[in-house]
């Protein structure tokens, strides 16, 4: 658990995120993230979510830029300090913006009213979060600001970037311990102070409008791309052994627990539209007890035109049934590579590198 104060944070890890340093990698962004909000969030804090008491209500607007922003910093300052490797914080990035081109839930639901999310839904299951969406001020949130610190660094030629702004947004008052709210106008002002440009407008398109299209502008200005592998990507790897699950979110639609049972299907999948509904568990595979290894070798022997339908045996409650997914595409995980020419380092490249000049990165032990 995680959670952040004006002068603290309080944190807790599994026991052994620090003695198994790469098996435990892909968890500690929690770190960073706590510990940015004491400028993101608690010093700026959104104007309605400031309140002279505990009487006065809240307002949660503007989390796209509480959390969203502590999101793009929690990552970018576990990268520069070491507290994660580059490749997993790339495989973190991939695995939010993939999951945003699979969501149909954007649509109809723009991101700030995600922010509203907390109120009603308080963090409890919904039946197809796909199609509802969640709390995504935060990834989502964290990907614009990722589009907003490519727009400074091509537009000013490299001379400016995300940092230059935190300066501005975050620098003020040294040594004071209150509060100082914003409104999204001072975010307009301070970008516009670094390099002009139609930011209220991209703002607006970003979050305020459902519809979008899956925010990949920042991963593609920063000189890479999204593409898919039948093999997750570092962080998703890691946290599917650590969770002893098995994600297909991106591909059948669905994420299975250690025995099989659904915890999760996308709507309009092809397990949704074969009736695999969370809860339900899959019992066997082509006529094999289950196991994440067969049901990857399964997916992958369908690929294809001459690929037969895979035969599920199921259970959902005390009922038995089986169901035949006709699936072509194979496995899908979503990854960053590389896409600039030459060595140079791109610009996400950059964001990702440590300050301090000479500065290593924690090596792996």
Do not use: C
Request: charged share 25%; aromatic share 10%.
């Amino acid at each position: 658990m995680g959670l952040e104060h004006h002068r603290s944070s309080e944190n807790q890890l599994e026991p052994e995120a620090f003695t198994q340093w790469d098996k435990q990698e892909w968890d500690r962004n929690l770190l960073p993230h706590e510990y940015a909000h004491s400028w993101s969030g608690k010093f700026r804090r959104p104007a309605r979510l400031w309140t002279p008491d505990y009487r006065q209500p809240m307002q949660g607007d503007l989390l796209w830029t509480y959390e969203g922003q502590d999101q793009f910093w929690g990552a970018v300052l576990a990268a520069r300090s070491g507290m994660q490797g580059k490749d997993t914080v790339l495989g973190m990035l991939a695995a939010w913006a993939g999951g945003f081109t699979q969501q149909p839930g954007r649509d109809w639901r723009s991101v700030e009213d995600t922010g509203f999310d907390p109120v009603f839904a308080s963090r409890k299951p919904k039946p197809y979060s796909s199609l509802a969406r969640n709390e995504d001020y935060y990834t989502e949130g964290a990907l614009v600001w990722l589009e907003i610190d490519q727009i400074l660094r091509e537009g000013t030629g490299g001379k400016k970037s995300i940092d230059d702004f935190a300066k501005a947004f975050f620098g003020m008052n040294p040594g004071d311990y209150g509060q100082i709210p914003f409104e999204v106008d001072e975010i307009v002002t301070k970008l516009n102070a670094l390099y002009p440009y139609d930011w209220a407008k991209l703002i607006d398109t970003r979050i305020n409008q459902p519809g979008q299209p899956a925010p990949l502008n920042g991963i593609e200005k920063g000189g890479y791309k999204l593409v898919w592998k039948e093999e997750p990507n570092p962080y998703m790897k890691a946290a599917m052994d650590f969770g002893k699950g098995l994600s297909l979110a991106n591909s059948v639609g669905i994420s299975l627990d250690k025995e099989g049972k659904v915890t999760g299907t996308r709507w309009d999948s092809p397990a949704f539209n074969a009736g695999i509904v969370t809860g339900t568990q899959i019992m066997a595979i082509n006529g094999t007890a289950y196991s994440a290894d067969d049901m990857k070798k399964a997916i992958t022997a369908a690929k294809g035109e001459k690929g037969a339908p895979l035969e599920l045996l199921v259970k959902r409650g005390s009922r038995f049934e089986t169901i035949k997914l006709d699936y072509k595409d194979g496995l899908r995980y979503p990854w960053l590579e590389r896409v600039a020419p030459g060595k140079a380092p791109t610009g996400l490249d950059l964001l990702l590198t440590p300050k301090r000049p000479g500065a290593a990165v924690a090596k792996k032990k």
